[in-house]
């Protein structure tokens, strides 16, 4: 039988059917079996519920932001197990263990922004020498379709809202207002063009919104120095959490100001002899913070896990842990250093803090008390941030326990019944 050989034109159509094939080949929908189980803890006897248990780096998502969909179903997170390795969005359902990936490609998933009015997911795209772009996911239709085995072009679930000022490039992340109409940019300097080289730019760093519908960019506020942890109060619109981002002691660590860059001024107006860190709102009033003990010229004054009223600047500290001994390096990573990072229940109720060693503490507010929930999960490879869930009934950590602290995994811990009742 004689060979039949394409024409030009059937060359054409054979090539756009494998084109099209290839570009509907995605990640976005995957699914990966469930890994969750529970253990006790070996020294306090709490249960544990370990979200992700595999050989992958799982994160959170940093303390100050929602972890969870607003909906409750489903805890966001970033992983290396995309394909390739490279850190992508995820979703794990807390009822069943799914887990589900929601992003490929240049994803910058050092900040992820979940809506909490609606199943929403925001991120930036790109950077690295091209302008970042910022993205709305609409999570509903992506789980239904992931569910369904019937996923669509990634493209279908995103939205660009709008694209970074080109002489600007991300510092301190992103964040969310309270009404979810605008979105609060961290910025600094951009690399001159041609790469991360040339002269050293002066410390600078301000704060731009970008409006969610129209991507319309408008400045809020420059500072001095490099911007970091923006987060906006999620309880009034227009009002706006920085901090002076030295990778150390700041000598003026908090500041606030409102999204016309009016009000702008340190909060907590620190001295010499204290290192603030680590703070996050806790209700449309108060700020919880960190006073740090980790090093012996610091206990000269109180120290621990404090409450500052933004309205009053009525500062009360909620507790310390046991501040005791030599100081030892990193290393070391012993308890008798005080806390370190530190989050409020939305009801009010509670606070949580980290120590040095990775053990989570829990304080009932209206009396001081202090209870060890978790101990032994370290911060390596990083820190256990713990956050609350919207309903105040249980702690969000991620812990290096299970893997000899080599990678991190997402766990649970749901607040005993009878502590503060």
Not at 61 to 80: E, K
Not at 289 to 306: D, N, Q, S, W, Y
Request: glycine share 12%; hydrophobic share 35%.
């Amino acid at each position: 039988m004689p060979t039949k050989s394409l024409s030009a034109g059937g060359v054409f159509v054979a090539a756009s059917i494998l084109f099209a094939s290839s570009a509907l080949a995605s990640d976005v929908g995957k699914r990966f079996p469930p890994e969750m189980r529970t253990f006790v803890d070996a020294t306090t006897g709490v249960t544990v519920t370990a979200l992700t248990t595999g050989t992958f780096n799982d994160a959170k998502i940093y303390q100050t932001h929602p972890q969870w969909t607003a909906d409750g179903q489903y805890v966001i997170f970033r992983s290396n197990r995309a394909a390739g390795g490279r850190s992508q969005a995820f979703a794990v359902r807390e009822a069943t263990g799914d887990i589900i990936q929601l992003t490929e490609g240049a994803t910058n998933t050092g900040s992820l922004n979940v809506a909490r009015k609606s199943n929403k997911l925001y991120f930036f795209r790109g950077g690295m020498g091209t302008p970042a772009q910022l993205i709305e996911l609409n999570l509903d239709p992506l789980f239904a379709d992931s569910q369904a085995g019937k996923m669509k072009e990634p493209a279908s679930y995103e939205r660009a809202v709008g694209t970074m000022p080109a002489d600007l490039r991300e510092s301190g992340g992103f964040t969310l207002d309270a009404d979810e109409t605008v979105a609060y940019l961290g910025v600094g300097k951009a690399a001159p063009s041609g790469g991360r080289g040339g002269p050293p730019q002066p410390a600078w760093g301000g704060i731009r919104k970008m409006d969610l519908q129209t991507g319309a960019v408008a400045t809020v506020v420059d500072v001095p120095f490099q911007m970091g942890h923006i987060q906006a109060n999620p309880y009034v619109p227009g009002e706006i959490l920085y901090c002076h981002e030295t990778g150390g002691d700041a000598p003026q660590r908090m500041w606030i100001t409102r999204s016309d860059g009016t009000g702008n001024r340190p909060l907590y107006k620190e001295t010499p002899d204290e290192w603030v860190t680590h703070e996050a709102w806790v209700d449309k009033d108060h700020v919880y913070f960190v006073i740090m003990a980790h090093e012996l010229r610091l206990r000269t004054k109180p120290t621990g896990l404090v409450s500052i009223n933004v309205r009053t600047d009525e500062v009360r500290v909620l507790g310390q842990v046991d501040v005791k001994g030599t100081v030892r390096g990193r290393d070391g990573l012993v308890d008798g250093q005080g806390f370190w990072h530190c989050n409020g229940s939305p009801d009010g109720k509670w606070a949580v803090g980290d120590t040095f060693a990775g053990n989570i503490y829990l304080i009932y507010v209206p009396t001081g008390e202090i209870t060890l929930l978790t101990a032994g999960h370290k911060d390596a490879p990083d820190h256990p941030h713990p956050t609350f869930s919207p309903d105040s009934r249980k702690i969000l950590i991620e812990s290096g326990l299970l893997h000899n602290f080599t990678n991190l995994n997402l766990m649970t811990i749901a607040i005993p019944f009878g502590l503060g009742r």
